[in-house]
C-alpha cells in the first residue's frame, strides 16, 4: 500500500513498563491485573480465614462517625510481621474503571509506596461489580480496601496526607483478611481464556477443533488447484465431489459421513463456495479454503484451529482486551493514542491472538444490539490495530485505500472498515460520494446488516482523525444509554458551536456527510441536535436560533490529522 509504512523510535515510557511487567511476570489486565509482583505472594496468603480486626467497614463511615483508623494497639493480630520485611498476612484490593484520571494516581500511588495490591477493573471484571456495590454500598470508583476496610479516591489521598493511609496499610500487612472482605482475584481469569469450551488458553493453546485438522490435512492433499469454468479462472480450489471421495479413501469414511464433514467444514468456516452460491454439495462445484482466500486481512496471520467460542462469549472476551489495552494507552479524554507503545506491548499481543477466533465466529447469532456493539468495538480496534502497523492517511486517495483495504475476516467473510461502517452500521447505505452500496443482494454479508440505522452510531466509530470522537468501548446492555453519552459528550466538546452575531450553526463535518442518516431536512437535523445537547449556554442558543428560522448553517473543517499522541 502506498501510504504503509512502519512506526520507529525508542520504546515510550508506557513501552517501557509494559514490557518491565512482562519481565516481572506479572499478569496482564485480562487476566486479572497485578500492578506488583508481591500480589501474588498476598493473593496467596491472604485467603484465609479471619484473625481478628475489628470486622468493621471503615471508609466513609468510619471517616464521618470519628472512628480511629485501625493500628496494631487495637487490632487483635495473629502471627504478627513486622513492617520491614515485606510479607502481608492480608491483601489491599483496588477497583477501578478504565480511563479514569483519579483512579490511576491511586494505582501509581500504591506503586511509588511499594505496596502490594491487586486492581479489580469492573469495566474488565464486570461479573465483581455487583461485589462492589455489595461492600462499598456504591459504585464509586476507585475504592480502596484494606482487608474489609475501604476508602475512595478522595478519601485514600486526604488520609495520606493525615497520616492513616499508613495505619491502614499496617492493618492489611499484619491481619489476615476476614471472610467478608473482596475476593481474592483468581490467578488467571477463566472469563478471558478458555472459561468457555473453545478459545485459547492463557498460554496460547487451545481446544484443538478435529474438522480444523481435517482443513490441515485437505490444504496438504493435491485436490487443490487452479481451475477454469466458463472461461473464469478460479485460484486454490478444489472439487466438492473429489473432496467426498478423497474423504472416503483417506479417512474411512462412507460417502454420507464425508458428505456431513464437507458441511461442517463451510458451516465452521473453514471452506466456503467460492462464489457463496451454495452449501457444501457431493458435486462438480468448486469450493475454496479459507486459508487460500487471498487477503491481507490483519488477523490472518494465524490460522484458527480450535474450538470456536460462541460469538457472544467471544465479544464480551474481546471487549475486556480491548478495554485493557485503552486503560494503558489511551488518553484520559480519549482523544489520542500511544501506538508505538501499544504496538509492543503484551495486552496488543494478546488482543491479535484472540482476533484470530474472529475467522471463525458466528456473528450472524448476535441479536441486533449485540450485533450493533460487536461492531463498533471491532471497528475501533480495527483502526488502532492497523495504526500500530502503517503511517496513517494523510490524502484523499490514501483515506479511501485505507478504509476500503484495511480489514478483518469474521466468520470466513471479509470486512474491510467501509463495509463495517456503511455495510453493518449503516445498513448497507452508500458510502459518502459512492454509487453503489457496500453489499449486493447475493452477497452473504448482507445477512449480517442492521436492518435500520440508528445515526447514533457516528458519535460512536472512530476512524482515527483527531476531529473523531472520544474513543470509547461499548456493550450490549449498556449501548442505548453509551450512546446517548457519546452524543451528548460529541455536541458539548464543539461538535455545535453558535454565532448568534452572524446567525451562524456550525456544525461538525459528520451532519453534512450522514445528513440522510439523521433526518431529511437540515430543520429536521437541527431538531435532533437539540433533543441530544446537554443543557447550557450553546444549547440555549441554538434552540432560540431554530425558534426565530433566521440562521445560516456552517460546516466546521474536519481534522484528518493522526489521533496518535506521538
Known amino acids: 500500500m502506498e501510504f504503509a509504512g512502519t512506526r520507529s523510535g525508542s520504546p515510550s515510557k508506557a513501552t517501557r513498563r509494559a514490557l518491565q511487567n512482562k519481565e516481572c511476570g506479572l499478569r496482564s489486565p485480562s487476566l486479572g491485573k497485578v500492578r506488583h509482583t508481591e500480589a501474588r505472594k498476598m493473593s496467596s496468603i491472604g485467603s484465609g480465614g479471619n484473625s481478628g480486626g475489628t470486622g468493621q467497614k471503615s471508609g466513609s463511615s468510619a471517616a464521618n462517625s470519628g472512628q480511629s483508623w485501625p493500628t496494631r494497639s487495637n487490632t487483635v493480630i495473629a502471627n504478627p510481621v513486622s513492617r520491614q520485611d515485606g510479607r502481608f498476612l492480608g491483601r489491599i484490593t483496588v477497583y477501578t474503571r478504565a480511563g479514569s484520571r483519579l483512579c490511576n494516581n491511586v494505582l501509581k500511588k500504591l506503586e511509588d509506596m511499594d505496596v502490594p495490591f491487586s486492581e479489580i477493573n469492573i469495566d474488565i471484571h464486570t461479573e465483581r461489580h455487583e461485589e462492589l456495590c455489595r461492600l462499598a454500598e456504591n459504585d464509586v470508583t476507585p ?65 484443538v477443533d478435529e474438522i480444523g485438522l481435517l482443513a490441515i490435512d485437505i490444504r496438504a492433499s493435491n ?38 464433514a464437507g458441511k461442517t467444514l463451510v458451516e465452521r468456516h473453514f471452506l466456503h463456495h467460492v462464489c457463496y452460491d451454495h452449501g457444501f454439495k457431493d458435486e462438480k462445484l468448486f469450493y475454496r479454503l479459507l486459508d487460500d482466500e487471498p487477503t491481507e486481512a490483519l488477523n490472518t496471520f494465524d490460522r484458527c484451529t480450535v474450538q470456536p467460542r460462541p460469538a457472544k462469549v467471544l465479544a464480551d472476551v474481546m471487549r475486556r482486551q480491548i478495554l ?28 491479535c491472538k484472540l482476533s484470530c477466533e474472529l475467522q471463525r465466529c ?75 452500496k457496500p453489499f449486493a443482494k447475493s452477497d452473504p454479508r448482507a445477512a449480517i446488516c442492521l436492518q435500520t440505522v440508528d445515526p447514533r452510531v457516528h458519535f460512536a466509530i472512530v476512524c482515527g482523525a483527531k476531529s473523531c470522537p472520544p ?54 437535523l437541527l431538531k435532533w441536535i437539540i433533543t441530544y445537547m446537554p443543557p447550557g449556554d450553546t444549547c440555549r442558543k441554538l434552540f432560540n436560533m431554530i425558534r426565530t428560522l433566521n440562521y445560516r448553517i456552517v460546516f466546521q473543517p474536519y481534522d484528518w490529522a493522526s489521533n496518535s499522541s506521538k
Open 143 to 207: 475504592q480502596v480496601f484494606f482487608n474489609e476496610r475501604y476508602l475512595t479516591g478522595n478519601e485514600f489521598f486526604d488520609a495520606e496526607s493525615s497520616g492513616d493511609l499508613d495505619n491502614l496499610i499496617d492493618y492489611a500487612r499484619m491481619s489476615r483478611a476476614p471472610t467478608h472482605a473482596p475476593a481474592v482475584l483468581p490467578s488467571w481469569d477463566s472469563q478471558s481464556f478458555g472459561g468457555h469450551p473453545g478459545g485459547y488458553s492463557e498460554d496460547g493453546e487451545g481446544d
Open 362 to 436: 458466528d456473528v450472524i447469532s448476535l441479536e441486533p444490539k449485540e450485533r450493533m456493539a460487536f461492531f463498533i468495538n471491532i471497528y475501533n480496534v480495527l483502526v488502532m490495530h492497523a495504526s500500530t502497523h502503517f503511517e496513517s492517511p494523510t490524502t484523499a486517495w490514501d483515506r479511501f485505500k485505507f478504509f476500503n483495504s484495511i480489514s478483518y475476516v469474521i466468520g470466513g467473510l471479509e470486512y474491510s472498515l467501509s463495509a463495517i461502517e456503511n455495510g453493518v452500521l449503516r445498513a448497507n447505505k452508500r458510502a459518502p460520494n459512492q454509487v453503489h
Open 223 to 260: 485436490l487443490v488447484k487452479d481451475r477454469t469454468y466458463r472461461f473464469r479462472s478460479y485460484k486454490k480450489c478444489l472439487v466438492g465431489s473429489e473432496l467426498v471421495t478423497w474423504i472416503v479413501m483417506e479417512k474411512g469414511f462412507t460417502r454420507p459421513q464425508a458428505l456431513e
Open 324 to 351: 485493557s489495552m485503552y486503560d494503558l494507552f489511551l488518553s484520559p479524554d480519549g482523544k489520542s493514542v500511544d501506538y508505538e507503545a501499544m504496538g509492543e506491548s503484551e495486552e496488543f499481543h494478546q488482543y
Open 471 to 524: 474513543i470509547k468501548v461499548y456493550s450490549a446492555e449498556e449501548l442505548d444509554e453509551q450512546l446517548d453519552v457519546a452524543v451528548a459528550s460529541f455536541l458539548d466538546d464543539g461538535g455545535v458551536a453558535v454565532d448568534e452575531g452572524r446567525h451562524e450553526i456550525h456544525l461538525s463535518r459528520i451532519f453534512q456527510w450522514y445528513q440522510t442518516d439523521f433526518a431529511d431536512t437540515k430543520y429536521e
